[in-house]
Structures are given as structure tokens and as C-alpha cells.
């Protein structure tokens, strides 16, 4: 399985972006999740969906500001991102399991090649 993400930019803080990665090859039952790594920091877990989509997890830090969701007729999940602070700066990171769901990067045996995100004070 290869993953693709995409929509990642320069937004000011409080704006939004919305992050989509499209997987190659068939995904249907695999779960799925982004994570992120900002400089000089460990990547972290942001979010997580189930493989129906009925299943999410949120990072503390996100909660109530992104948004996780899938479309599996396109293959793809997405990450809304609302009121964007300067410390989500980071590059994101796309993921799939065909064995686990949760927040271990660990867990996670597909990856995509990272979208960089960049908010301004």
C-alpha cells in the first residue's frame, strides 16, 4: 500500500486547512490515522479512524479543533484542521494499518511521504 498526502501550506493562525491522503491499492479494511512531527521533536499521533469510519480518536491537543474522516469509495482520508495554532506546525504524516487501530505510531505499517504544514502568529 502507498499513501499520498496533500494540502498542506502557509495558513495564519485561526485559519484552516484540510489534509487528504489517497491510498494506492486496496485499503477498505485497513485503519488509518495522521500523525505529525514538528522540528526537533518526536512524531506524534494527532488522529485515527476505524475502517469503517465509525471509530475515532483525537490527541488532546486537537480535540474539538480536527476533524478525521474517510471516504473509502475514493480510497482516501481526510483531516480537517480549524482554528490552526502556531504549535501545529509540523509536517504530517498519513498512515495505515491492515492489523491495529490506535494512537502507536508502532501499530501503523503504511506511510505516506508527509505534507508540511506551516501556521503564523
Known amino acids: 500500500v502507498q499513501l499520498q498526502a496533500s494540502g498542506g501550506g502557509l495558513v495564519q493562525a485561526g485559519g484552516s486547512l484540510r489534509l487528504s491522503c489517497t491510498a494506492s491499492g486496496r485499503t477498505l479494511s485497513y485503519t488509518k490515522a495522521w500523525f505529525r512531527q514538528a522540528p526537533g521533536k518526536e512524531r506524534e499521533f494527532v488522529a485515527s479512524i476505524s475502517s469503517n469510519g465509525g471509530t475515532t480518536d483525537y490527541a488532546d491537543s486537537v480535540k474539538g479543533r480536527f476533524t478525521i474522516s474517510r471516504d473509502n469509495a475514493k480510497n482516501a482520508v481526510y483531516l480537517q484542521m480549524n482554528n490552526l495554532k502556531p504549535e501545529d506546525t509540523a509536517i504530517y504524516y498519513c498512515?495505515?494499518?491492515?492489523?491495529?487501530?490506535?494512537?502507536?505510531?508502532?501499530?501503523?505499517?503504511?506511510w505516506g511521504q508527509g505534507t508540511k504544514v506551516t501556521v503564523s502568529s
Open positions: 498512515a495505515a494499518s491492515n492489523y491495529a487501530l490506535g494512537s502507536s505510531a508502532s501499530f501503523y505499517n503504511s
